[in-house]
Every structure is written in structure tokens, then in C-alpha cells.
């Protein structure tokens, strides 16, 4: 088991540029989840899938995100013309639904838009 | 609005012993609790959770208490340790049928360990 992994770690972009983060979850894992973290603040939910399914989606996602997972593997979460409020760290986490409640994090993606 | 609260930003416990984490909620619907630890630049690492049918839960140092009536939540760690030198968030979940669902979290508490 090698854990959620993320995809880059670090990405510094223009204000305007898309940008693109992708996630592997745990290989048996069925939900995949997409967090933001902000300096000084917890993790905000952003938006869940089970399988390829989208569930859920938080109002913090504007019309310029956009998440995916085509086969119910891996996720790509992208930002279209990024703002300098975009900058944080992007957290994917992923959980099986038979179990507990737990999710399991990934390193995050810091995102810095200049 | 908040809908979960950690009040104490920090947090300095003699190596040894104890150190007291505390959280409260306001959303009554939230019936699953956890307990997240994250050191800098790496996500967070799940610690320990509880059901709201439950008012503890141990596992090793850490127990996490539950008062539903009070809304308010507590991570026990004993003995602490150099290594538990961390930020540490508590999270809650309203549960489903379906399983996990989305998590709410708090502002954490950085917990420092002097040796």
C-alpha cells in the first residue's frame, strides 16, 4: 500500500494560466475527496467522488474548477485562469465506504499564483 | 460560520505529561468525530476517532472524549513525546447510510513538546 499520492507537490503559476493537479488514491479506496488549505486555516471540502461519480460539490468551487475522475482511479481537480486567491494547498484524500469514516490524505499540491 | 472550533492556536506541554486538545461544534447533525495530526509539508495522518454513540475512545496514548449534551470534544495525549510536536485538527462528519462522507474541520491547535 503506497498511500494517496499527489501530483506535483509544488506549482508556481501567472495569475490567468490554468493549472492542472492530479491525485492516485489508495488503490482499493472508492471515494475520492478534494480539499483546500489556506494559512492558518483547516481543510475546506471541495468536492467528493465515488467511483467516477461526482457526488458532491462545495460552493468554494467556483465555475473555474473542475474535477474528474474518468475511471474511477485517479482524479485531476483543474483551476482555469488562475487568481491569486486560488493560492493554497490542494489535499486529496480518498476512504473505502464500507469502513469507517477515515480518510486518507495525501502530501497536498501548493499552489502559488503570482 | 465555524461549525467546528478549535480555540487554543497553541499549545506547550512538558515532555511527559499530558497534553489536553479541546474542540467544539455547533452542527448537531455531525455524529462521527477524528482526530487529524500534521506536520509541515506533508498531508494530514489520521490519529483517532469516535461515534457519537461512544463518549471515548483509547488507543494507545491517545483517548478522545466525547460530551454530546456540551457539544465538545477532547484528545488526550499520555505520555507526551518530542514526536507528537505538531498541528493537530479535529474533524467531524455527519454520517450517512453510504458510508464516510465529507469532513469539517477545525483551525487546529499547534502543540509544541519541550523537552
Known amino acids: 500500500d503506497t498511500g494517496v499520492s499527489q501530483d506535483p507537490r509544488h506549482k508556481i503559476t501567472k495569475r490567468g494560466q490554468n493549472v492542472t493537479f492530479r491525485c492516485d488514491p489508495i488503490?482499493?479506496?472508492?471515494?475520492l475527496y478534494w480539499y483546500r488549505q489556506t494559512l492558518g486555516q483547516g481543510p475546506e471540502f471541495l468536492t467528493y467522488?465515488?467511483?467516477?461519480?461526482?457526488?458532491?460539490k462545495s460552493r468554494l468551487l467556483s465555475d473555474r474548477f473542475s474535477a474528474e475522475r474518468p475511471k474511477g482511479s485517479f482524479s485531476t481537480l483543474e483551476i482555469q485562469r488562475t487568481e491569486q486567491g486560488d493560492s493554497a494547498m490542494y489535499l486529496c484524500?480518498?476512504?473505502?465506504?464500507?469502513?469507517?469514516?477515515?480518510?486518507?490524505f495525501g502530501p497536498g499540491t501548493r499552489l502559488t499564483v503570482t | 460560520d465555524q461549525q467546528v472550533k478549535q480555540n487554543s492556536p497553541s499549545l506547550s506541554v512538558q515532555e511527559g505529561r499530558i497534553s489536553i486538545l479541546n474542540c467544539d461544534y455547533t452542527?448537531?447533525?455531525?455524529?462521527?468525530f477524528l482526530w487529524y495530526k500534521k506536520y509541515p509539508a506533508e498531508g494530514p495522518t489520521f490519529l483517532i476517532s469516535?461515534?457519537?454513540?461512544?463518549d471515548k475512545n483509547e488507543d494507545g496514548r491517545f483517548t478522545v472524549f466525547l460530551n454530546k449534551s456540551a457539544k465538545h470534544l477532547s484528545l488526550h495525549i499520555v505520555p507526551s513525546q518530542p514526536g507528537d510536536s505538531a498541528v493537530y485538527f479535529c474533524?467531524?462528519?455527519?454520517?450517512?447510510?453510504?458510508?464516510?462522507?465529507?469532513?469539517?474541520f477545525g483551525t487546529g491547535t499547534r502543540l509544541t513538546i519541550i523537552p
Open positions: 484524500a480518498s476512504s473505502f465506504t464500507q469502513s469507517s469514516y477515515e480518510q486518507y
Open positions: 488503490s482499493e479506496h472508492n471515494r
Open positions: 467522488f465515488q467511483n467516477e461519480a461526482q457526488l458532491e
Open positions: 452542527n448537531s447533525m455531525f455524529d462521527y
Open positions: 469516535i461515534s457519537s454513540i461512544k
Open positions: 474533524a467531524a462528519s455527519e454520517g450517512s447510510n453510504f458510508g464516510n462522507e465529507k469532513l469539517t
